[in-house]
C-alpha cells in the first residue's frame, strides 16, 4: 500500500467537542431571542411616546398654586389670547405634578404668547415688555401662536410642551411624565445620538 493509499480512520467528535458546538449554538439562539424582544420593545416604546407626545391635557391651575408666587397674579390680569410658555409655565406644571413639594421653581423671566386669532401682536407685545424687559429690548416680543396642536408640534423639548393660558395649564401626556422624572428628552429623533444644536440647548437648559 501507498502513502497516497493510506485511509485516515474517521474520527467521530469527542463529548467536549460536541457540549461545545451545542454550547455556541446555545447563545446564538440566545442571542437573537434578545434581539427580537428588545427590537420589539423598543418599537412598542416609541409608540407609546409619539402618542403621549400628541396627547393634550388641559387642567383648570388650583389658585393656591398661583399664590406661590405674586408673578402669577400679575399674568391672570393679560387680556383673553395671551398665553405663558417656556419657564413660568414649567414651574406651574412642577408645583401641580408635585403636591408635597412646596417650593416654586423661579422662572427666569415670563415669556408671553398669543394666539393670532383672538388678540393682536402689538397689544401683547406690551405685556412681553412689562414681563420680560431685557429680551424685548432685544426684539424678543411676545411668540405668535397659531394653535396649541402646533405649538406642541414645533416644541424642541417635550418640557416645553406647556402652556398657562386663561387659567388653565395645558400640557401634552409626555411633557407631564418628564416633568414628573425631571427627564429631558427631545420631541423628535428621541432614540438617536444628540448632537448638534439640541445638544447645546440641553448643555444651556441644564445650566440654567
Given amino acids: 500500500m501507498t502513502r497516497s493509499e493510506v485511509q485516515v480512520p474517521h474520527r467521530p467528535p469527542s463529548n467536549s ?3 461545545l458546538f451545542l454550547f455556541i449554538d446555545f ?3 440566545i442571542c437573537y431571542n434578545y434581539h427580537i424582544v428588545n427590537k420589539t420593545k423598543m418599537e412598542n416604546y ?7 407626545r400628541i396627547e393634550i391635557i388641559s387642567q383648570e391651575v388650583p389658585q393656591e398654586i ?3 408666587n405674586p408673578v402669577y397674579s400679575q399674568i391672570d390680569k393679560m387680556p383673553k389670547g395671551c398665553a405663558v410658555i417656556g419657564g413660568a409655565a414649567r414651574s406651574l406644571a412642577f408645583m ?3 403636591p408635597k413639594n412646596q417650593e416654586l421653581i423661579p422662572a427666569r423671566d415670563v415669556d408671553v404668547a398669543y394666539f393670532e386669532d383672538e388678540i393682536s401682536q402689538d397689544e401683547a ?8 424687559p431685557d429680551d424685548f429690548s432685544h426684539n424678543h416680543g411676545a411668540q ?4 396649541i396642536e402646533e405649538y406642541m408640534n414645533t416644541r424642541d423639548f ?3 410642551q406647556v402652556i398657562y393660558k386663561d387659567g388653565r395649564l395645558i400640557a401634552s401626556r409626555a411633557a407631564i411624565r418628564d416633568i414628573y422624572k425631571g427627564l429631558i428628552n427631545p420631541c423628535d429623533n428621541r432614540y438617536e445620538k444628540t448632537t448638534g444644536v439640541i445638544g447645546a440647548r440641553i448643555i444651556i437648559f441644564r445650566q440654567d
Fill in 96 to 98: 401641580m405634578i408635585n
Fill in 158 to 160: 417635550t418640557m416645553n
Fill in 66 to 68: 398661583k399664590d406661590l
Fill in 46 to 52: 416609541k409608540k407609546k411616546f409619539e402618542k403621549e
Fill in 27 to 29: 447563545l446564538g439562539n
Fill in 17 to 19: 467537542r460536541k457540549g
Fill in 125 to 132: 407685545d406690551v405685556y412681553a415688555e412689562y414681563f420680560s
Fill in 144 to 147: 405668535e401662536v397659531s394653535n
